[in-house]
């Protein structure tokens, strides 16, 4: 009989899709937990001018000044593991001469392949910024994607 339907198959996209995008997710937050460090060291390199990066006043060599009584959680051992000089000032030095000088918060998964960082940078009196940055991170590849200044000169 020519009006015959022939049996329809059972859809499978939706499945595939959702087990694609439970696939990525996981992919992302692995990514985001390899990658973290790696994240902290490059906003770092682009601050003290071993990375080029058009979103910060960079000091290009010249060592942050760090206060010494005060702690600064991963910033010292991430300086460290770029090879960039610091001084730890006393108060009385670091209140007379603080510039450059730099703070930085541990990096913070927000969504698969996306970090943020808290992060200040101060060049001299009149020059720099802070704010959160956010990075795109693919298994410490990382670009940043958007900058949140909460303030800047």
């Given at each position: 009989m020519p009006d015959e339907v022939a049996?329809?198959?059972?859809r499978r996209w939706p499945g595939r899709a959702i087990a694609i995008l439970v696939l990525l997710m996981?992919?992302?937050?692995?990514?985001n937990v390899v990658g973290l460090k790696e994240c902290e060291r490059d906003l770092?390199?682009?601050?003290?001018?071993?990375?080029?990066?058009?979103?910060?006043?960079?000091?290009?060599?010249?060592?942050?000044?760090?206060?010494?009584?005060v702690d600064y959680g991963i910033l010292i051992s991430r300086l460290n593991q770029i090879g960039y000089p610091y001084k730890c000032l006393t108060p009385a030095e670091y209140e007379a001469d603080p510039f450059p000088h730099c703070k930085m918060g541990s990096a913070v998964p927000v969504c698969p392949f996306i970090v943020a960082i808290d992060f200040v940078s101060m060049v001299s009196r009149i020059g720099g910024a802070g704010g959160r940055i956010y990075m795109l991170n693919f298994f410490g590849y990382n670009l940043i994607v958007y900058g949140e200044k909460d303030w800047g000169v």
């Open positions: 049996p329809r198959k059972p996981l992919v992302g937050h692995i990514s770092l390199r682009r601050f003290t001018g071993t990375m080029k990066s058009p979103l910060f006043f960079t000091i290009e060599g010249k060592p942050i000044h760090l206060q010494s009584d």
